[in-house]
């Protein structure tokens, strides 16, 4: 399984731009980078995703590195709603239909 | 729309006894998953389908038995509960295969084996 390394924890202050990184050093050509988030007592919600170039959606903006080996999701006003776990995952041809959640970033907003 | 409904929401079973998690989608997708979810950690694919009659093992699949036989439902069996199965576990579904396809999670069935 294609592998990510997040931050364990950030804090960002409410109203201020969060940036969330990524790193995905051993991403193949046909990975897509995915990031979900998951709210307490929740499942996790799809955020955004994206292949090469970078994203953006009514939620976030997913920036990808040139050589895709990171990637950064990018918060544009923190709210205290946005408190949460976010995942990096990156799916794979090789690993089928399934994805590896790794333990996330856990954000806290500040008010 | 329901999306993704999961029942029951909290169950506690004792060491040896069986039971069924049950999932069930209204938004016809054709991929189902089952998660479980550890304390403190990320969630691991148990089991998932691409289709009624089709289903195959994630990550963590001992212990557990799946059936797809039609494209809402999608229940997990525990056959033998153990402590070591204690979770949450969350039900998933997808319109598309995960590389372009969105998953859409339930709320989740809290388990605890004594």
């Known amino acids: 399984d294609a592998k990510t390394t997040q931050p364990n924890s950030m804090e960002s202050n409410e109203e201020e731009p969060v940036h969330l990184p990524c790193n995905h050093s051993t991403i193949s050509g046909t990975d897509y980078i995915h990031w979900y988030r998951q709210l307490p007592s929740q499942g996790p919600e799809y955020v955004i995703h994206?292949?090469?170039s970078n994203v953006n959606n009514r939620m976030a903006s997913l920036a990808i590195a040139e050589d895709r080996k990171s990637s950064t999701l990018i918060l544009h006003r923190a709210t205290l709603r946005d408190a949460a776990v976010y995942y990096c995952?990156?799916?794979?041809?090789?690993?089928?239909?399934?994805?590896?959640f790794g333990t996330g970033t856990s954000l806290t907003v500040i008010p | 729309n329901a999306g993704v409904t999961q029942t029951p929401k909290f169950r506690i079973l004792k060491i040896g006894q069986s039971m069924t998690l049950q999932c069930a989608q209204d938004?016809?997708?054709?991929?189902m998953y089952w998660y479980r979810q550890d304390p403190g950690m990320g969630l691991k694919l148990i089991y998932y389908?691409?289709?009624?009659?089709?289903?195959d093992k994630g990550e963590v699949p001992n212990g557990y038995n799946v059936s797809r036989s039609t494209t809402e439902d999608f229940p997990l069996r525990l056959e033998l509960a153990a402590p070591s199965q204690t979770s949450v576990y969350f039900c998933?579904?997808?319109?598309?295969?995960?590389?372009?396809?969105?998953?859409?999670f339930g709320e989740g069935s809290r388990l605890t084996v004594l």
């Open positions: 998933a579904s997808s319109y598309a295969w995960t590389n372009t396809g969105e998953l859409f």
């Open positions: 389908s691409v289709g009624a009659g089709i289903t």
């Open positions: 938004m016809n997708h054709n991929y």
């Open positions: 995952i990156l799916s794979s041809f090789s690993s089928g239909n399934q994805f590896y």
């Open positions: 994206g292949l090469t």
